[in-house]
């Protein structure tokens, strides 16, 4: 690599670039000036300050580890970036995604599904699509699983109606998927619309 001319300022503005960038340390006896190049100023001689401390110092300041790259996880490895995670769903929201499909199936009394439904028919049916296996009639619905107060409903739980003689699944936002009575079907109905009761957690 051929050596540059530089005046006496630029030569000591090379010194302050080498010795900044990594702190280089200076021998107390210099060496023979090698010519070294310094990245925005270019090649030069600096006695005692060889071009491996110069290669090391900048190294040392510059970013090793590229954007999306987990530190300590070799590159290419599969966990080198972390998959998000999975959300959680409970049986209870699995629970209502299958009675929500069932929303306008009719409601003949006894039915248990899987194209019509009375009350707790349609809970019995939905909670087995999710895995679990309820009481057959809203008596027995609304004493088995875990008693929820009315103001900590999470979505799933099943709610009694008219003293436990009709059972819905609650979905949310106020509402219950509930197979009602003759003649009117699977529908989406605020729990306010009926005497609430109590609730049962199954999940």
Same mark, same amino acid.
């Given at each position: 690599? %051929? ?16 010795? %900044?960038?990594?702190?280089?340390? !200076? ?14 100023? $270019? ?5 005692? !300050?060889?071009?491996?401390? +110069?290669?090391?110092?900048? &190294? ?7 954007? $999306? ?11 080198? !970036? ?8 409970? &049986? ?14 009719? *409601?003949? *009394? ?65 509402? +219950? ?21 109590? %609730?049962?957690? *199954?999940?």
């Amino acid at each position: 690599m %051929a050596s540059s001319t530089f005046t006496r300022s630029a030569r000591r503005a090379a010194v302050a670039g080498a010795l %900044a960038v990594g702190a280089v340390t !200076v021998s107390a006896a210099p060496a023979l000036a090698d010519p070294i190049n310094i990245p925005g100023v $270019g090649t030069v001689e600096v006695p005692g !300050v060889t071009q491996q401390q +110069v290669d090391a110092a900048i &190294a040392s300041i510059t970013p090793s580890i590229p954007e $999306g790259i987990v530190p300590g996880v070799a590159t290419g490895s599969a966990a080198a !970036v972390p998959a998000p995670l999975a959300p959680i769903v409970t &049986a209870g929201e699995k629970a209502v995604e299958a009675a929500r499909a069932k929303l306008g199936a009719p *409601y003949v *009394y006894g039915a248990a599904g899987p194209d019509a439904f009375d009350c707790s028919g349609l809970v019995q049916w939905a909670y087995k699509q999710a895995g679990l296996n309820l009481p057959r009639t809203s008596y027995d619905q609304a004493a088995a699983g875990f008693a929820v107060a009315q103001s900590d409903l999470r979505v799933g739980d099943v709610i009694s109606f008219y003293g436990g003689s009709h059972s819905g699944i609650y979905a949310g936002d106020g509402n +219950v998927i509930h197979a009602s009575t003759a003649g009117q079907p699977v529908k989406l109905a605020p729990v306010s619309s009926m005497p609430f009761d109590g %609730a049962r957690r *199954y999940a």
